[in-house]
């Protein structure tokens, strides 16, 4: 069984800060994560992901994510923060042949100027 | 354009009722899924087809009834819909258990049960 947890419900930065958003995991063996980005009355849009080698991923506008066997994490990084990074961000998890993506309950992210 | 394409946008009805979203992907994809993202933002998959074969089929009521037509079409029929269908109803596709590529999703369509 593969679970995911955000541990954030809400985090709210000033334009221009840094922000991390928390994502751990449990799965037994090789592991598929990527987070999404949902704006307000859209669908999920796909930031990045981690299946293998370099445990610091890139994604889009920014974004990065590092992968940590030993803490099960994947957490989610962006250096500066603009007011259209407002939204929710979702971190996602599939294990092994598994065809399915299991889903935190997702981080709201509130960006103020 | 190659993306997830939905169908409506937004549905209001009735209890009782029968309704009926529609899913195109133009990615060359070979999996499609739908999910339900609730009220809370709570997003739980409820089938998975690949090639026009059923692979996911989670605990989902009976009144939901998936329809492949081929790899690139897959639609959703809720036979007589309750207030608790009331949600967004997001469709995905990627290739073969996604592992080499994240599935997209498309805008979701937003239905709401009076």
């Known amino acids: 069984t593969q679970t995911v947890s955000q541990s954030d419900a809400h985090v709210t930065v000033f334009e221009g800060d840094s922000v991390e958003l928390r994502c751990n995991y449990s799965?037994?063996?090789?592991?598929?994560l990527s987070w999404y980005i949902q704006h307000h009355g859209r669908g999920l849009q796909f930031l990045l992901k981690?299946?293998?080698?370099?445990?610091v991923v890139q994604g889009v506008n920014g974004f990065e994510a590092e992968f940590s066997k030993s803490d099960s994490s994947f957490h989610l990084r962006k250096a500066s923060v603009h007011w259209s990074d407002s939204a929710v961000y979702f971190c996602a998890v599939m294990g092994g042949s598994n065809a399915k993506l299991t889903f935190g309950k997702g981080t709201k992210l509130s960006v103020k100027s | 354009e190659t993306a997830v394409f939905q169908t409506p946008n937004y549905h209001v009805t009735q209890v009782g009722n029968e309704v009926s979203f529609n899913c195109k992907q133009t990615?060359?994809?070979?999996?499609m899924y739908w999910y339900k993202q609730d009220s809370k933002k709570l997003l739980k998959i409820m089938f998975s087809?690949?090639?026009?074969?059923?692979?996911v089929n989670e605990t989902v009521p009976r009144r939901f009834s998936p329809q492949s037509s081929d790899k690139a079409h897959l639609n959703l029929r809720i036979k007589s819909v309750e207030p608790e269908d009331s949600a967004v109803y997001l469709c995905?596709?990627?290739?073969?258990?996604?592992?080499?590529?994240?599935?997209?999703f498309g805008e979701g369509t937003r239905l709401s049960v009076l």
């Open positions: 995905a596709s990627s290739y073969s258990g996604g592992v080499n590529q994240a599935p997209l």
């Open positions: 087809y690949n090639n026009k074969q059923l692979i």
């Open positions: 981690y299946y293998s080698g370099n445990p």
């Open positions: 799965y037994g063996g090789s592991i598929y």
């Open positions: 990615l060359g994809h070979d999996t």
